[in-house]
């Protein structure tokens, strides 16, 4: 089993930037891939941004490439995603995921955190 506890969400002006992190705990951290996920409020989950286990691959969704990025620090098993320039309709809950056979945006991860919740507002 994979623990995923996210963080950082918040209420931010349009334009602004925060944060996320999510920390893992119960295996080998090293063994995932990971990858962020937002729901917006009444919308379908969809896959924002992915990376591979060592960090040197990563895929971005087209509405968020050029503001949005992930990375992870095995050392200290987290992942994060630094989200700039955010728009309004970044609104959702995020949520982050891992899986140790596949990286990339898929909708079947193995593990995923509780969310955190981030809203622009205009």
């Known amino acids: 089993q994979v623990q995923l506890v996210e963080s950082g969400g918040g209420l931010v002006q349009a334009g602004g930037s925060l944060r996320l992190s999510c920390t893992a705990s119960?295996?080998?951290?090293?063994?995932?891939?990971m990858a962020w996920f937002r729901q917006p409020p009444g919308k379908e989950r969809e896959c924002v941004a992915a990376v591979s286990w060592r960090g040197g691959d990563s895929h971005y969704a087209d509405s968020v490439k050029g503001r949005f990025t992930i990375s992870r620090d095995n050392a200290k098993n987290t992942v994060y995603l630094q989200l700039n320039s955010l728009k309004p309709e970044d609104t959702a809950v995020y949520y982050c995921?891992?899986?140790?056979?596949?990286?990339?945006?898929?909708?079947?991860?193995?593990?995923w955190g509780q969310g955190t919740q981030v809203t622009v507002s205009s």
């Open positions: 995921a891992a899986d140790s056979v596949r990286w990339g945006c898929f909708d079947n991860y193995d593990y």
């Open positions: 119960g295996r080998t951290f090293s063994n995932f891939a």
